[in-house]
């Protein structure tokens, strides 16, 4: 999560259920969303240590504070305990304890007294929101008098609703605000994405939902981006605080800043606005089906200081899982493959049995260089000539090898140069961008004119 300034709020805490042992204490939230509280005394603190949770549970603390009200703080564990003495009273026992405690998850401007949180509705922004949405809304126009006299109208786009599977709905939403000074007017807009649900949902729940759309959008501006915002709702809530803001270090790696330019996307909402009522729904249902592919991309993609030997396995299970998972293919009919498994067994002594059953097990599925093959030939034409197709599979296949078994005898058939793997690794990269592209229900042709009018894709796929 990245916030545009770091938040401290000074305020008293209890643990949940037990109003009457107040503290004072300091909450504090980085720009990164990492919270931390800061205590002055310990809750039920033994004479031994300092306070621990329930066996793989953190404690659930609630709290007022200066700025926000009403706090929850979840999954909070204590990192430091300290007493301080004040050498001067020594005599009289005078003693201070303070706690440092890691908190996972703060809501602000609300008390959850017990660890079911549940919403029925959430919304959130993540940065390159605007950007993305900027070529489609044109909520302002200009008009200028004969005078001189100019004139700019604001008018509220109409939300882009539409249902997504498990009974949800997602709205696009562009909200405004203004500012004022002495000589100036600042009319600013800002994108927001709602989910709703027709029940009640927890917030893990709702946070696997938001996981999977933020992950489409990163697809779509082909970067990692981080949520600057987000806020659940809940029916039973009235104004002014019908909405609960949300903080946490959501976004699992620390992602670097970037400058998000206009247009400058693998799909700018705009190109796909006529049909993003189909491709949304179906990026949830195959992000259940594919699920590994999903994983294993984006971790590659969100963590910049991945080991790069470590990024190029986790693009090839990534790319092996979609096809095994996507074809049933294999190398011979199950009837033939069964009746020359049956006639090897019998024909193997009984000792070996067991053995030769474990090597035969997998012996009938596709081997890697043919389930690359089979995810190249689609988009065939972007790789290059024949011959050139079969060097990248063929390093792909070597390379994989080597670094998973690190056997001498194929070293040198492998990629290990660090520029050559990185360019192999972004040709990867860029074939499974294009299955992923496939998954929405793009067509080829489509997803063809993507690839050769944009450029960091062009760059991956080494398109002159």
């Known amino acids: ?111 959850f007294d017990t660890e079911a949180i549940c919403f029925s509705g959430m919304t959130f922004a993540v940065e390159g929101l605007d950007e993305w949405f900027a070529l489609h809304h044109h909520p302002f126009s200009h008009d200028m008098d004969p005078t001189g006299r100019m004139s700019v109208t604001y008018t509220q786009p109409e939300p882009t609703v539409f249902q997504l599977p498990d009974n949800l709905s997602i709205a696009f939403h562009m909200g405004v605000g203004t500012s004022s000074r002495m000589f100036q007017e600042a009319i600013t807009t800002k994108m927001s994405v709602r989910i709703e649900s027709s029940r009640m949902r927890s917030f893990s729940e709702f946070m696997e939902v938001l996981r999977k759309v933020k992950n489409f959008i990163c697809l779509a501006l082909d970067r990692s981006v981080s949520f600057t915002s987000i806020t659940g709702s809940r029916l039973e809530l009235n104004p002014p605080h019908d909405s609960v803001v949300i903080y946490g270090q959501f976004d699992p790696y620390d992602l670097p800043k970037e400058d998000i330019n206009i247009g400058n996307f693998l799909m700018s909402f705009n190109d796909i606005a006529h049909n993003v009522h189909e491709y949304l729904p179906r990026w949830l249902e195959r992000y259940d089906e594919y699920e590994p592919t999903f994983n294993l991309y984006f971790a590659v993609a969100a963590n910049p200081h991945m080991h790069l030997e470590g990024g190029f396995l986790f693009l090839v299970h990534g790319i092996e899982s979609l096809h095994r998972r996507s074809s049933s293919e294999m190398r ?29 097990k997998y012996a009938n599925e596709l081997s890697l260089r043919s389930r690359i093959r089979k995810m190249v030939t689609p988009f065939s034409d972007l790789f290059g000539t024949e011959s050139a197709r079969e060097t990248f599979i063929s390093q792909v296949v070597n390379t994989r090898n080597y670094l998973t078994h690190y056997d001498q005898g194929i070293k040198e058939q492998a990629v290990t140069e660090d520029g050559e793997l990185l360019r192999l690794h972004f040709k990867l990269e860029a074939l499974v961008q294009l299955h992923l592209l496939r998954l929405l229900g793009i067509d080829y042709d489509q997803i063809r004119n993507m690839a050769t009018r944009y450029p960091p894709l062009r760059r991956k796929l080494g398109i002159e």
Request: glycine letters at 8%.
């Open 1 to 111: 999560m990245r916030l545009p300034e770091s938040i401290e709020t000074h305020g008293y805490f209890w643990l949940a259920g037990k109003p009457d042992n107040r503290l004072t204490g300091v909450l504090r939230i980085s720009e990164r969303g990492e919270a931390s509280l800061e205590m002055f005394g310990a809750f039920d603190s033994p004479s031994n240590g300092p306070p621990k949770g329930l066996p793989g549970q953190g404690l659930h603390i609630l709290g007022v504070t200066d700025k926000a009200g009403p706090v929850t703080l979840v999954n909070c564990f204590v990192t430091e305990q300290t007493d301080v003495f004040d050498i001067e009273l020594l005599s009289r026992s005078s003693q201070l304890s303070k706690s440092s405690l890691y908190v996972d998850c703060v809501f602000w401007r609300a008390h």
């Open 332 to 360: 011979m009919p199950a009837e033939e493959f069964n009746s020359l498994r049956d006639s090897i067994l019998q024909s193997t002594p009984d000792t070996r049995k067991n053995w030769v059953r474990d090597r035969l």
